[in-house]
C-alpha cells in the first residue's frame, strides 16, 4: 500500500501545499478498474500537471508539500467521506465499471488505505508546525479541463475563496497585472464547503489562511507550462502576501 507522498514536512516555508489529485495511479489490487490507459491519461483520473506545480511551488518556498498517491477514481480526496461521488462510478461520460454497485465494506476499504492517511498526512504536518510555532497558509493545488460539456473556459489560472477574500484579493490584482490572460475569481468553481473537503477540513476549521488554485490544463500539461505557472504564481504570492 502506498501512502500519499510528503515532500520537505519539516521544512519552514510560511505555506503547506496540498495536491488531492495529483496520481493518475490505480492500486495494483483493484487492476484498472475496467478502463483503459487512455481513459487513465485524461483529467477523470488526475488533475493533470498539478503534481508538478506542487513540487515546485515546494522547492520555490521551501516549505511542505502533501500529494495524494492514488486518482480521484479510486478515492476522490478533495470530497467528504459520506459523498456520493467520493467513488465515481461515473465521470464526464465515462463509466467505471470498477466502481460499480460496491460494498460499504469495499469503500470503506478505499477510505481506509487511501484517503485517510493522505488527510492523516496533512494533519501530521500541520500539528507539528502549530507545535513549533510556525505560521501556516494553506495553498490547495488542482488543474482543470479546458472545455466542460463542451464549453470553453478562458480563465488560465483561477482562484476560488470563501467567505475571507483578505488573502486571495491581493493574489488576483497582481495576476490581473501580470496580463497573462483571463484570471477566473471563483470562476468555473468556487470553494464550497458542502463540496470541497481538504480545505475546509484543514484550513477553514484550523482558521488558517488559504488559497484553492486552478490551472488551465492546456496550460500545464507540459515541463514548460508546469515551471511557468508555477513560478508566475509563486511570485504573484509572494508580491502580494
Not at 72 to 100: F, M, W
Not at 116 to 123: C, F, R, V
Not at 160 to 168: A, E, F, I, L, P
Request: hydrophobic fraction near 40%; charge should be negative; proline fraction near 7%.
Amino acid at each position: 500500500m502506498a501512502g500519499p507522498q510528503v515532500l520537505r514536512p519539516d521544512a519552514p516555508g510560511r505555506f503547506v501545499i496540498l495536491c488531492d489529485h495529483a496520481s493518475n495511479r490505480i492500486p495494483p489490487e483493484l487492476g484498472d478498474l475496467g478502463l483503459t490507459s487512455g481513459d487513465l491519461s485524461r483529467h477523470i483520473a488526475w488533475d493533470i500537471g498539478a503534481a508538478r506545480i506542487a513540487e515546485t511551488l515546494s522547492e520555490i518556498f521551501d516549505s511542505p508539500a502533501i500529494l495524494s498517491e492514488v486518482s480521484r477514481l479510486v478515492v476522490d480526496c478533495n470530497r467528504h467521506p459520506d459523498a456520493p461521488d467520493l467513488i465515481p462510478e461515473k465521470s464526464d461520460g465515462t463509466y467505471i465499471p470498477g466502481n460499480q454497485h460496491l460494498s460499504k465494506a469495499s469503500k470503506a476499504v478505499r477510505l481506509e488505505q487511501w484517503f485517510m492517511p493522505y488527510h492523516a498526512a496533512i494533519e501530521s504536518v500541520l500539528d507539528a508546525r502549530s507545535g513549533a510555532g510556525l505560521p501556516s497558509f494553506v495553498l490547495s493545488i488542482h488543474s482543470m479541463t479546458t472545455r466542460l460539456a463542451g464549453v470553453f473556459r478562458p480563465w488560465k489560472i483561477a482562484l476560488s475563496s470563501y467567505r475571507d477574500r483578505t488573502h486571495v484579493e491581493p493574489v488576483l490584482e497582481h495576476l490581473r497585472a501580470l496580463q497573462c490572460g483571463e484570471v477566473g475569481d471563483n470562476q468555473p468553481y468556487d470553494l464550497d464547503p458542502a463540496v470541497d473537503y481538504s480545505v475546509p477540513f484543514h484550513a477553514l476549521r484550523r482558521d488558517l489562511p488559504h488559497i484553492q488554485v486552478e490551472f488551465r490544463q492546456d496550460e500545464v500539461s507540459h515541463a514548460a507550462g508546469q515551471s511557468g505557472w508555477a513560478r508566475r504564481f509563486a511570485g504573484a504570492l509572494r508580491n502580494s502576501l
